[in-house]
């Protein structure tokens, strides 16, 4: 049995200049390893509580007091364990904590702890993570989003939408995947150059946009992958990341760039036209986190051809998942590991979408590092697409990259695009 010798924490840099926590886990053995936190700028109200420091250092920001739950709570408690039993981990971590929402160890505590005791334990077997999650279990590449342009909150509201992202559903390989979206990005931050439309780079690496209205966003993205030499809806189509408790209020939905306000049926009329109108795959928290009746409606309008996606509505909470799919809420589910803080609680979470014939999307959050656990995550498990951000910024690039070196040690993979991934498009 490998045992667990000590954990450490330090304070390391996020993609946006902010501090995060960093776990390292050494083992009896000798082996250590070590994950780090990420951190959501939009972010749903039952999330996991970060731990931060408050006050005016670093603007409150600071993780000097989680990095001391590690290192005093958290080594001692963890101390002599199996690191195969992560159940185990963290199942004593939540009971340290003790609270609903993690807040006294932190969320981003725990998460940073778990992941790092997952990748110790497959060093111990001297096995990939990815391999180590799969077992013998024959595995494949998950059908990556990549965000082109970015607006909401990773852009100062210059759109209200916040992902306007390709998904190469026509490639037939992960490689090919990121080459096709390389293309479709040079030739969208080509037109919004000649255009004088750039202002700049969103949180995930995207292009910040200066569009006349949120529908301008979807065109200009139809005709990049036109431009690029790809036929949209075929070989690349689009997923929109709407965000909507972003522009949610007192009972209405406001989109604050174009002045306008909807009821949530009037915000549904003009989902259904975007759908008809271009060829859009997915569509991500479409209404309010607590609108359940706004996103069961969209699903049974909807769901027959679009991916709806659940994000800061489910907060990859097995139980969320369960009560809210079971009102016909959605049919897939974003999975974010520090939303719930722990590996076995993101497994749960799955294990309750598969449940439900829920498709699952494992997702990168804005404030990212070089950290590439949610790629093993995604190939271990069996998960059909990934969410990263987007074709810049090396904090994304890490992650595109380790899946090409996953994918070329792949004698051979499964299927790709995952056959039962958007039934209704024909291939």
């Known amino acids: ?17 902010f501090p995060t926590v960093e776990a390292e886990v050494s083992l009896q053995s000798g082996v250590t390893a070590r994950a780090i936190a990420p951190a959501g700028a ?24 989680a990095v001391q739950q590690i290192e005093t709570v958290i080594s001692s408690l963890l101390q002599g364990r199996d690191i195969h039993d992560q159940a185990g981990i963290d199942s004593a971590m939540i009971n340290a904590d003790g609270t609903a929402d993690k807040s006294r160890l932190g969320g ?10 997952l990748w110790a334990a497959s060093a111990d077997r001297r ?11 024959p595995v494949g590449l998950p059908l990556p989003e990549i965000q082109i342009f970015g607006g ?16 190469p559903n026509g490639a037939s390989s992960f490689a090919q995947s990121l080459e096709w979206v390389a293309e479709v990005y040079y030739a969208a931050g080509k037109a919004l150059a000649s255009q004088g439309k750039n202002l700049g780079v969103a949180d995930e690496g995207g292009y910040w946009p200066q569009f006349t209205s949120n529908e301008a966003g979807i065109e200009a993205l139809v005709k990049a992958i036109g431009e690029a030499g790809f036929k949209p809806g075929r070989d690349v189509s689009i997923g929109l990341d709407l965000a909507a408790t972003q522009y949610y209020s007192e009972g209405r939905y406001h989109w604050r760039s174009e002045k306008r306000m909807f009821t949530g049926d009037a915000l549904l009329r003009e989902y259904e036209l975007w759908a008809e109108r271009y060829p ?8 309010a986190e607590d609108d359940i009746d706004g996103m069961r409606a969209m699903t049974q309008t909807l769901g027959h051809k679009l991916q709806i996606i659940g994000d800061d509505f489910f907060v990859t909470n097995a139980r969320q998942i369960d009560a809210r799919a079971a009102q016909g809420a959605c049919n897939a589910v974003l999975i974010k590991p520090n939303q719930i803080g722990t590996v076995t609680e993101t497994m749960q979470a799955i294990a309750m979408a598969r449940q439900h014939g829920m498709d699952c999307i494992v997702s990168a959050r804005s404030g990212e590092t070089e950290d590439v656990s949610i790629v093993h995550l995604a190939v271990g498990w069996g998960i059909a697409q990934l969410k990263v951000g987007s074709f810049a910024r090396s904090e994304r690039m890490a992650k595109w990259n380790e899946g090409l070196r996953i994918e070329a040690t792949l004698a051979s993979p499964q299927p790709y695009p995952q056959p039962q991934l ?6």
């Open 152 to 167: 909401g909150a990773h852009a100062r509201g210059s759109v209200d939408l916040q992902d306007y992202l390709a998904v």
């Open 42 to 65: 939009s972010t749903g109200a039952g999330e996991a509580h970060e731990l931060r420091d408050g006050g005016k250092r670093l603007l409150g920001r600071g993780v000097d007091r």
């Open 280 to 287: 859009i795959i997915s569509m991500e928290d479409a209404f």
């Open 108 to 117: 981003n505590t725990l998460t940073a702890v778990s992941l790092a005791c």
């Open 127 to 137: 096995q990939p993570l990815w391999r180590y999650l799969a077992g013998d279990r």
């Open 422 to 427: 958007f039934p209704w498009i024909q291939r």
């Open 1 to 17: 049995m490998s045992t667990i010798q000590s954990v450490t924490g330090r304070s390391v840099w996020d993609s946006r200049g």
